[in-house]
């Protein structure tokens, strides 16, 4: 049995969920081995509702849970900046709670196959925050960057089992070595792990591997980055796409250590953009992505091969069908959110 805990956060995080969580729930009706737990509030909602932007019920869920379906963090309507001015905090602690501490996004990038993003999510330069030391306008501001090698090798473990899935495509490590320690530590194992596991990681400075990505044709299969190169470069990978809305993220705890908290965070990789919130125009192709990575990550739900059938329902339906806004032309008709939902479940309950 799975227990996924729902938290889908702010703006239009509850709606861009909406789709997957019928799916969920259809499955626990079912009798298949799923629990859904939820919703919980966290981040700027979370705040409203507690003056805590990851409140004690919230935490205890995650306690019980295998892991967590996310919506969007970030500001919401009526709250202003000053008011909640850090609710991302409530990602991060869960973060280190639960030592989430590898980063997985998958982008969809039309007529192409997808890029997959690996990249350590704690450590490095999102350290703890005992690793800063902030200005106050006259002194200088501090961030320590610190990457333990174990850390990286198995950053490069979780590469390496994506790369294999794809054979016959680049797979590229990024660093800044002409400059960095940590980026020549990171280059290193990057030779070491191209040697002992088979799959090739060509290195490149960041600067060049951004150039490649807005420039070259094919895109490569796997990027392998630090924590800071890697969220930018993702946001470029998606912009090639069409959108930052084709992206599904998950922080994992690679030990997958189940029955001991949650061991995953999946979610869609774009914000919770609040002027949206209510309009169902929306695209929901981030969420299914990350809904795909969550079915294949639990084994007992992996097992049943819903990952393989959840994807080809959400192709089907981008490939068949009007685009959403964010990837319409100007003045071409698109599909809204509901619609976009119900066509991707007729494809999963085609006699419902």
């Known amino acids: 049995m799975s227990t996924i805990a729902l938290l889908p956060g702010d703006g239009i995080g509850v709606e861009i969920l909406d789709g997957p969580v019928a ?3 259809s499955l626990e009706s079912a009798g298949l081995p799923v629990r859904v737990s939820g919703p919980f509030p966290y981040g700027t909602t979370g705040w409203m509702g507690t003056g ?9 869920a995650c306690h019980h849970a295998d892991v967590v379906l996310s919506g969007a963090v970030g500001t919401h309507p009526g709250v202003s900046a000053d008011e909640c001015p850090n609710p991302e905090a409530a990602l991060i602690a869960l973060r280190h709670e639960f030592d989430l501490r590898i980063s997985v996004r998958t982008v969809r990038v039309p007529g192409d196959a997808d890029v997959v993003i690996v990249r350590n999510i704690t450590g490095g330069a999102y350290g703890s925050p005992d690793q800063r030391v902030e200005s106050d306008g006259v002194g200088p501001a501090e961030d320590l960057l610190v990457l333990d090698p174990a850390h990286v090798q198995e950053v490069f473990d ?8 794809r054979p016959g495509r ?13 980026s020549r530590l990171w280059r290193r194992i990057s030779r070491s792990t191209s040697v002992a596991s088979g799959v090739t990681f060509e290195n490149i400075n960041v600067d060049r591997a951004a150039y490649e990505l807005v420039k070259y044709t094919q895109l490569p299969s796997v990027i392998v980055t630090e924590g800071l190169f890697g969220d930018i470069l993702s946001d470029v990978v998606c912009a090639r796409a069409g959108s930052p809305a084709l992206c599904g993220s998950a922080t994992i705890n690679p030990d997958r250590a189940f029955g001991s908290g949650i ?22 192709t981030g969420s299914w992505l990350a809904l795909v990575d969550l079915l294949a990550w639990c084994p007992d739900l992996a097992a049943l091969g819903l990952h393989t059938r959840v994807r080809a329902a959400l192709d089907q339906v981008i490939e068949t069908t009007l685009p959403t806004y964010d990837l319409a032309d100007d003045g071409q008709p698109s599909i809204g959110l509901d619609e976009f939902n119900n066509r991707v479940l007729a494809e999963l309950h085609p006699h419902h």
């Open 23 to 25: 799916y969920l729930r």
């Open 52 to 60: 805590s932007t990851l409140p004690e019920q919230t935490l205890e």
């Open 158 to 165: 979780i590469a390496v089992e994506y790369a294999r899935a």
């Open 170 to 182: 680049r797979a590229i490590s990024v660093d800044k070595a002409s400059v960095y320690a940590t």
């Open 263 to 284: 061991t995953a965070l999946f979610e869609p990789a774009h914000g919770s953009s609040p002027h949206r919130m209510g309009s169902r125009r929306s695209n929901p």
